[in-house]
């Protein structure tokens, strides 16, 4: 009997809580049957064990008729257990060979309508070829693929598992024959996903299939390039100016780059009103907003009421208060007492400290408030989560030599340390950066195609690094027209069309920077 002639046992597909609750608000029977037929094709009638939950099931019970290999698991939701339970399951081998066992499973982490099956094939020979442990793909995205674990493997798990599945591999891959599947072109700067796990992949999905039902692994760039509103579908992080002014002076801030005779300007809750109107209205997926711009938003009188309207959006995913935590935070620590757990693991706030150096703060920040915000910083972290406070050094020449003691001395109190880059703002700033970690081939810009940028008057900027060209104002005009004006600008970016963007892209190193 030929070693290579066998198939895989079953097809193993792991649903997390997350993606159950998306699908089960968003099924899609077309969706799902692409996925089963796929797997049919590749491998006719292999049993799919796939995990649910009991609101699922009743939709997936209608398919039954045309899958009738289908079993659903409504009580797991460990991958570890989920795994470990299939495993008992498996056939004996077949070929008996006390050196190896054949015997494996298909493995999804999701709903994959677009499985390539040349691709397919193509792994699984290769698994086959080399007597795989575990075959998978690091430049694959997810959703083309699966992965293809062996018994073998399966064996090897802990009873505990503290990390995911392909992390607790990733961290023994020495320990095992593996095959690496490499297939061009390498789109992994895309970061894309094709599972149905959210509404954006779901729709680019969809999007893809209607233009082609066959669509292959090949096509997909081509398709997008030709079309690129597909990939830029709505606005993931929005960066939202409620108040322009602020008491500092530091720096690197480009605050000194505007004009600030209107100063201040404190966004009304009618105007606030009008603009959260318009995110329910519009945007269908999650989202993240950053309350930062050009202004202090701790300084907004009614900044407390303005984070409670948006917490209530309805697909809002996190709220993030960039601060210099000088002004007004004995009400905001109040505000944050009277919080609910839920929405308090909404809040993300970043407190913007650079330095633990007194003087040093005084020479960046342009005023001494340095011992007072350490002092704030500890009353925030009695009254938050810690997945909530973020304490941010911004990457700078003056404080170089800090970066070690700064993250120190915040992870030993338990406080989250971001460090970020220094922006020059397209070289309008003096240079500061330490290093240059900008990739040498320039590709299309990140906050082009998934930002939305508002400042104080209700403008919608083309990127946060031109507050000059603006492509409406969410006071007077709809937001999905607004958006719609920036496919062209983005198209120009995927294109490598940088000269034609009205915005300082080719002086700018942002773009490969990533939100949300």
């Known amino acids: 009997m030929s070693r290579l002639n066998y198939t895989p046992s079953l097809a193993a597909v792991f649903l997390d809580q997350e993606t159950i609750s ?16 796929k797997i049919n094709e590749f491998c006719k009638d292999l049993p799919i064990y796939i995990t649910t939950s009991a609101k699922l099931q009743l939709n997936l019970e209608s398919l039954l008729s045309e899958f009738p290999y289908l079993t659903f698991d409504t009580e797991t939701n460990s991958e570890a257990t989920f795994l470990s339970k299939l495993a008992i399951t498996l056939p004996p081998s077949r070929f008996n060979d006390p050196d190896w066992d054949e015997v494996c499973i298909l493995y999804f982490k999701g709903i994959a309508p677009l499985l390539d099956h040349s691709l397919m094939m193509e792994s699984w020979d290769r698994h086959k070829k080399f ?6 793909s690091e430049n694959l995205p997810e959703g083309i693929i699966p992965t293809i674990i062996t018994r073998e493997f399966l064996s090897t798990l802990p009873d505990k598992l503290t990390t995911d599945v392909h992390s607790f591999f990733l961290k023994n891959i020495n320990q095992y024959d593996v095959d690496i599947f490499f297939v061009p072109p390498d789109l992994r700067q895309y970061r894309f996903d094709f599972r149905l796990n959210n509404f954006r992949n779901a729709k680019l999905i969809s999007n893809l299939l209607k233009l082609n039902e066959n669509i292959k692994y090949e096509e997909i760039l081509p398709t997008i390039q030709q079309s690129p509103n597909l990939y830029r579908s709505s606005p993931s992080y929005i960066e939202w100016e409620i108040y322009k002014g602020c008491e500092l002076s530091c720096v ?3 605050r000194q780059l505007i004009d600030k005779e209107d100063e201040p300007i404190s966004l009304s809750t009618k105007n606030v009103k009008l603009i959260t109107e318009q995110f329910d209205k ?3 997926s999650p989202f993240t907003i950053c309350l930062g711009g050009n202004g202090e938003p701790l300084l907004h009188k009614e900044i407390n009421e303005i984070i409670m309207s948006l917490l209530s959006l309805n697909h809002l995913q996190e709220l993030i208060i960039e601060s210099a935590l000088y002004q007004n935070v004995d009400p905001f620590i109040e505000f944050l007492v009277s919080l609910t757990e839920n929405q308090k693991s909404k809040l993300c706030i970043i407190i913007n400290m650079t330095t633990l ?5 005084k020479k960046l920040y342009g005023k001494d408030h340095h011992a007072q ?11 938050l989560p810690p997945s909530s406070l973020h304490v941010q050094m911004i990457k700078m020449i003056e404080v170089g030599d800090e970066v070690e003691s700064f993250f120190t001395f915040f992870e030993k109190k338990g406080i989250n340390v971001i460090l970020q880059k220094y922006n020059t703002f397209a070289g309008k700033l003096p240079e500061k950066r330490v290093s240059d970690l900008t990739p040498i081939h320039r590709d299309f810009c990140w906050h ?3 930002d939305l940028v508002i400042d104080s008057n209700g403008n919608v900027q083309i990127c946060k690094q031109s507050s000059k060209e603006i492509l409406g104002n969410l ?5 999905s027209s607004i958006w719609e004006r920036g496919h062209a600008f983005f198209s120009d970016s995927l294109h490598g069309n940088h000269d034609k963007i009205p915005a300082p892209c080719l002086n700018c190193d942002e773009w490969y920077t990533f939100n949300a």
């Open 22 to 37: 998306f699908l089960e608000q968003n099924f899609d029977v077309f969706l799902w049957k692409k996925f089963f037929y």
């Open 131 to 136: 007597f795989s442990q575990y075959s998978y």
């Open 252 to 254: 690197f801030c480009p």
């Open 282 to 284: 519009f945007l269908t």
């Open 357 to 361: 150096k007194a003087d040093t703060y």
């Open 373 to 383: 915000i350490l002092k704030n910083i500890e009353r925030l972290k009695e009254v």
């Open 448 to 450: 082009l195609n998934r």
């Open 475 to 479: 006071f007077t005009e709809d937001l």
